[in-house]
């Protein structure tokens, strides 16, 4: 024990040894000892010892309190010792509250309960006093923390109720539009020459309604240089258009224009035919070289109708020979507009077509096409209305598709619905009705009620995300639109379905999807977007269940004679040919852009979320559509990408659909042409822009890459190059994709299997040696020496990503990453494999 001498000023203990137990430190005389509560037990041996100059241990209660006692160690007896020791353990207890502190009881409130006097007397509990701070900050705490979880729940109540509140109005058409005519004006008597006194006097300022105007007599075709198609061709051609575009957009009488036809075959030359007329039929040529392939080798060679050379001379015909610097539309020149639209987008030149197809909707609003300007004769009546319908329809799937406007406004269309007949039972002075036990070949009644809601989803598509009050209001429209279809169209149908109707079925989930994707973007919550995933799966189910239906055992019955529409230019099908050829010529015949832009999408979140099978499913039908569509070699190539990244995220224990659902590159590329969108292309943000990447990408005039691999002349490169259509190694590399993709999901379940499973499974796996164990996908395991009935996992798990709902659908995989993270293992630094080594979950084998 160090003695001191009197009080002086503050010095230094000199040390004349080693002595690690005591620590010299310098003090004030006088001054207090205080306990880590900060108030001073055994004030009076405090104030003696800081009399008597003794040092004491700044740490505090160290050497067991008896430098605060003023006492050596080495003069303390052991019974006071243990009296100290007592002590001191009574002190470090929670202290009382403020009412038992008061009355002097035992208190036994805990952090999370009052005490039971406080509760008897039915006040408080609580801790203000300063001897009392660390009850008192705790219970602080807590207070707090329920408050912040309050506020927080209702901050989220706040944003869901505004994110409601902002979006706009549904105001959703009815199903079906009302067919009230307007109200007929009275007739005047002896107006006669008022109405030519009008007629003669208004030229040059107005015109007349279209019902009520003088029709001009079109130009004809006088001496064509241009010679007649080869007859066999044109029959082909004319063929393949009937199978394909004219059952989607029937604008075209039929036995009338195949008469026109025989007739100017008869005469041998265009002479005497509309000019108008003439450029429709190159249309529709053109329109029928898009169910050619290039790579097909005909009979002979006049019998070739390739798109991109036939189909563009056809093409070029069709703009050289219509006149649209006319002031006297007619319905011809409307056609014609519509199916150079068709022919552009079809083959992927979407800004052409969007070009005319606004032609085509000024054409047929200035013929007055948009209103019911009766009366009109019933097949002229009919076909106004099925040509006004089909641009309408045409209008509204591409500005959904390709993000632009709508041409049309809804308030400006007063139009009945088409009949739903056949050609031949439409005739100059009657419409029969369809035959009993045959169905109609014409679409539209399935169509329209899907397009005449296209621009309120537009509208909705243009806020940042859709409240769940808003897709449940377009789930019952949408149910509603259903149940108008016939038993043909219907999702949870088990009938055959033709696959020449497979394109039809997607006009309504084609809306769906477009719909439920909006919310795959970043600026809404995580709990949002798996919602919005597990919508956009359900849609890609529904499309499967479509095309399974197709591929069942078509009946047996076939149609009577009598009830084929007639006539036609075509011969009938083989009957000798075998049901698959029959399946994949139907498919191709009906094939357009906007089914295969969705069977993409389907089959990209139908990978996502691990349902390869389903997925291959989709891509059976892809690939027989094949390089008939150059849009369809796009999404290939998007889609041959997509998996190779995917199966690198299986690859690297990164597959289980909790960490998916967080990847936001592999959202990115799920989200696919979302990005197209000026509104919701997220991506974007803080990247180069046009200018920038076009500086960057200067070369000098003459270098090689300075040469375009793509040829204007040939509208079929304008997205692709030659070298990029096959570079993705075609449909075959993706249904490989597709199977490596189910082996690795295989081989992680069997992993997970072998990590919990029984005990028979994992004995019957005793045969494997470790080398085998780490090919095939399993966890590495130590057995411990002094238990061999345990095994120890040193690959750390996998963390729990926050937000996740309890209502999200399990993942069709086990929720371990075995082979992958035990590769992961191998080729991870030490050092980062050593912080996760400490983290060990032990299982049972038996």
Known sequence: MFAAGPPGPPRTQPQPGPLPQIHSVTRSPGTASLSVYGHPYGNQSASQSASA??????????????????????????????????????????????????????????????????????VKCQFTKETNRRMSSIKQVQDLQSQLADAKQEIAQLQSSMRESESPILKLPDIRPSTERRVDLPVLKDFEGVRQNIRDYGKGIFKVPPLYRQLVKPAVMVNPERQLPAKPLVDRLLSQYYYSVHRLFPIIHWPTFHKQVEDMYAKGSFDGMPQVWASMFYAVLACGTLQTLESAQPESPELKARPTVEGVDFLRASTRTVNTWTDEMTMDHARASLLLSHYLVEMNMKSAGWVWLGSAVRMAQDIGLHIETGPWGMLEEEMRRRLWWCIYATDRFLSLEGGRPPLINDEDCQVGWPCPVDDDMIQPGIILKQPPGSNSHSSLATVIPVVRFISQLKTTLKSRTISPQTLRTYDDYFNAVMSTFTETFQIHSSTYLEPHNLTIAFFLQTARFHLYRHNLSILVPANERIEAMNRCLAVAKDTVRYVNRTLQTPPSSPQPASHRPSPRPYTEPDINVTRTDRWQSAIKSTALNIGCAHLWRCTLILAFRGDFQSALTCVRVSATVGELRNYNMSCGRHLAFFLDTLLGRWRAGRGRQDLLQIDEEMIAYLSADLQGSPEMGWVWTGSETGLKLNAQSEVEPGTAAAVPERAAQDPASTLLSRREKVDWGGWDHIERLLHELMEEQQRQSR?????????????????????????????????PAHNTGKRLQLAPPDPEPPGRLSRTPPPPHPPQGAGARAQRERSQDPRERSEGASRISIANII
């Open 53 to 122: 100059g003794v040092f004491q241990d700044p740490v505090g209660p160290s050497d067991n309190g008896y430098a605060a006692a003023g006492i050596s160690p080495t003069h303390m007896s052991p019974g006071l010792a243990a009296a100290q020791k007592r002590a001191y353990r009574q002190r470090r207890k929670d202290p009382s509250c403020d009412a038992c502190r008061e009355r002097k009881v035992k208190c036994d409130a805990t952090e999370t309960q009052s005490c039971s006097e406080c509760a008897t007397r039915s």
């Open 751 to 783: 992993g997970f299997e072998y990590e919990y499973g029984s005990a028979a499974d994992q004995r019957g796996q005793n045969h494997i040696t470790e080398p085998e164990r780490g090919a095939r996908g399993f966890h590495h395991y130590h057995q």
